[in-house]
């Protein structure tokens, strides 16, 4: 089984910063992107941002140039840097990560994994 374990959340001030982790452990060949998600309160989950295993990241228009995210590819982890935290930031954050799982005999498979998620809450 494969596991994502995300830590960081909190409550914070309008202009502030926090960071999130998240780390992949368990069964895992290799990974093949990881990235954030968020689902405020009466709203869809959607993209926040991701980073795939060479490096190259994406952003929702929403907060580009505020968040940044990285990788530790040794330690299967992700990173999301978020400074300059607005009201609307406020959501349950998620983990996501696309990663290939060994399989005896066959060619690793891939699949999406989820983080139960954390919760970010910026006041005003």
């Known amino acids: 089984q494969v596991q994502l374990v995300e830590s960081g959340g909190g409550l914070v001030q309008a202009g502030g910063s926090l960071r999130l982790s998240c780390a992949a452990s368990?069964?895992?060949?290799?990974?093949?992107?990881m990235g954030w998600y968020r689902q405020a309160p009466g709203k869809q989950r959607g993209l926040v941002a991701t980073?795939?295993?060479?490096?190259?990241?994406s952003y929702a228009d929403s907060v580009k140039g505020r968040f940044t995210i990285s990788g530790d590819v040794p330690k299967n982890t992700v990173y999301l840097q978020m400074n300059s935290l607005k009201p609307e930031d406020t959501a349950v954050y998620y983990c996501n990560a696309n990663i290939l799982r060994p399989r005896p005999f066959q060619s690793p498979s891939a699949m999406d994994y989820w983080g139960t998620g954390t919760l970010v809450t910026v006041s005003s």
């Open positions: 980073i795939t295993r060479g490096g190259s990241s």
């Open positions: 368990g069964s895992i060949f290799s990974i093949n992107s």
